[in-house]
């Protein structure tokens, strides 16, 4: 299908499932929404933590329609999370009934993007196959601070065969404005993970650890986390691997 037809699917909770693998080629993007108060030191965070959190587009207080795509940021998405005060509150199909006039938002580049880059490159997407949301783990790697937003990123998880290692990091670096190359490759633990079976977000994925390695990409819930720490009164994202499919064809894909 095509994106507007997806997020007419979206939009009326006939699909509330994962995008992955939905809309090939057509860029998608993680959202926040704050209000404008927290807007500056939450713009400045993505700005020093761009692997994280690569900005795509940002609408004014108010705005519900973005620049790249015909969409309403308010039900155009299969499911959205609202956190209170720091803490997770709910998970929704819309926003219609939280929606405030002051409310900014934020579009982040999000690595579905490059996952058909990948399957054309011969990497299969385990999570796609087993029909899982892709897993997503909390790490001890350090975000820089700005303002109230802190914290420690988050990262994805896609176990690539040994013999692609090389393709996979070369497809992926080209995306830029979708996490780009990876932040580590094998022994989670290195990073903070204890067990790859038991992901903070998403599903765990079977694979066999002597063929393939786990690698980690930057990973757009970050921004989830850091609400934890910044504690606004409203801050709301979308659920993890729900994402807004925009009209925007990636130009990697051109190559």
């Known amino acids: 299908m095509k994106p507007g037809d ?12 994962t995008t992955s693998g939905l809309c090939e080629k057509y860029v998608q993007t993680n959202l926040v929404t704050l209000p404008k108060e927290y807007a500056f030191d939450f713009l400045l965070f993505c700005i020093r933590n761009p692997k994280p959190c690569p900005l795509v587009e940002v609408l004014e207080a108010g705005q519900t329609v973005p620049a790249m795509a015909d969409a309403d940021v308010r039900t155009d ?4 999370r609202i956190y209170r005060n720091g803490e997770f509150s709910e998970e929704v199909l819309n926003l219609t009934d939280v929606w405030q006039d002051d409310f900014v938002t934020f579009l982040i580049g999000c690595s ?8 054309e490159g011969g990497i299969p997407m385990l999570h796609q196959e087993q029909e899982k949301v892709v897993p997503m783990y909390k790490t001890n790697i350090p975000l820089e601070k700005a303002g109230l937003f802190e914290g420690k990123m988050v990262v994805s998880m896609r176990a690539i065969p040994n013999n692609l290692m ?5 497809i992926s670096e080209r995306f830029g404005q979708a996490h780009g190359s990876p932040v580590h490759a094998g022994h989670p633990e290195d990073i903070g993970i204890p067990n790859l079976q038991n992901p903070d977000y998403g599903d765990p994925v079977d694979f066999d650890p002597a063929s393939s390695t786990p690698v980690f990409w930057a990973c757009g819930v970050t921004p989830q986390n850091a609400a934890l720490q910044a504690k606004p009164p ?11 499919i925009t009209d925007q064809l990636d130009p990697n894909y051109d190559r």
């Open 112 to 119: 579905f993007t490059f996952e058909t880059a990948l399957v």
């Open 6 to 17: 997806e997020r007419f699917r979206f939009r009326n909770e006939e699909w509330t499932g």
């Open 166 to 170: 090389d393709e996979a990091l070369e």
């Open 234 to 244: 409203i801050m709301i994202t979308h659920a993890p691997g729900h994402m807004l």
């Open 77 to 80: 998405l299969p499911r959205y």
